[in-house]
């Protein structure tokens, strides 16, 4: 089993799409903090200030963490490091990594995310 940990938002409604997913193990809600240094949120040392954030148990051998990362970008507003329009900055998206190849599947599909949305779509 792994784990990921992902703040979207006010966590109740992240906590459910994750546990409807097949492959997902636990779901958890908690605080965690966040940090100055990127939106990309990783073990660093500066506490920002803290998130709404789930932590997901999931079995690698049924769902990958890409797919996992597909829901996280579906569930929040891409590339938004601010509060949600009143709601308060602990509703902000961050993703918190645990390992290195973590870190390197979310740099990549935020880099692919924002390469879409620069690109222009052809009618």
């Given at each position: ?56 148990e ?38 918190f ?27």
């Amino acid at each position: 089993m792994q784990k990921a940990t992902f703040a979207a938002g006010c966590f109740w409604g992240v906590e459910a799409t994750f546990r409807q997913m097949p492959g997902v193990i636990s779901t958890a809600s908690a605080t965690r903090w966040e940090y100055r240094e990127s939106n990309l949120q990783g073990r660093l040392h500066r506490p920002h200030r803290h998130a709404e954030a789930v932590e997901v148990e999931f079995d690698p051998a049924k769902v990958r963490y890409e797919d996992l990362l597909k829901v996280f970008w579906k569930t929040t507003t891409p590339l938004s490091s601010t509060a949600r329009a009143g709601l308060g900055t602990q509703y902000r998206s961050a993703i918190f990594f645990h390992t290195s190849e973590q870190q390197t599947a979310a740099q990549a599909s935020k880099e692919s995310l924002e390469k879409a949305r620069a690109t222009p779509s052809r009618s």
